[in-house]
């Protein structure tokens, strides 16, 4: 079975997490969700919040980093995020 693991983290936590499950799953492709630098703080989660919580409410979505992969080719798709104003 094929295996994607897709993994956005602002503060790292969820990439620790990620890595563990990619431990266990050495086969599996990673790919990191990522927005461009400076997009949010690096440091104030707040801040960061409203950011995203102003792109949820025009529907401004950010343009992805790295290119996706073709989803089409895997049998499971792990998507790893924080929780953001949950
Ligand atoms: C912008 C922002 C908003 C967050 N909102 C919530 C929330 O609404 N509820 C919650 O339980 N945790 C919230 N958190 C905490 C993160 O979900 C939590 O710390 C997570 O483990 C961080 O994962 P990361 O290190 O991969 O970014 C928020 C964190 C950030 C940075």
């Not at 790919?31 to 950011?51: C, E, F, K, L, N």
């Not at 980093?65 to 499971?76: E, F, H, K, S, T």
Request: charged residues 20%.
């Amino acid at each position: 079975m094929k295996i994607l693991i897709a993994t956005y983290s602002w503060s790292g936590r969820t990439a620790r997490l990620a890595d563990q499950i990619a431990d266990r799953l050495p086969d599996a492709d990673r790919y990191q969700i990522a927005v461009p630098d400076g997009t949010y703080s690096v440091t104030d989660m707040y801040a960061t919040s409203d950011q995203a919580t102003q792109q949820l409410k025009t529907g401004n979505y950010l343009a992805l980093v790295n290119p996706l992969p073709d989803l089409g080719r895997y049998d499971l798709i792990l998507v790893s995020s924080p929780v953001w104003s949950g």
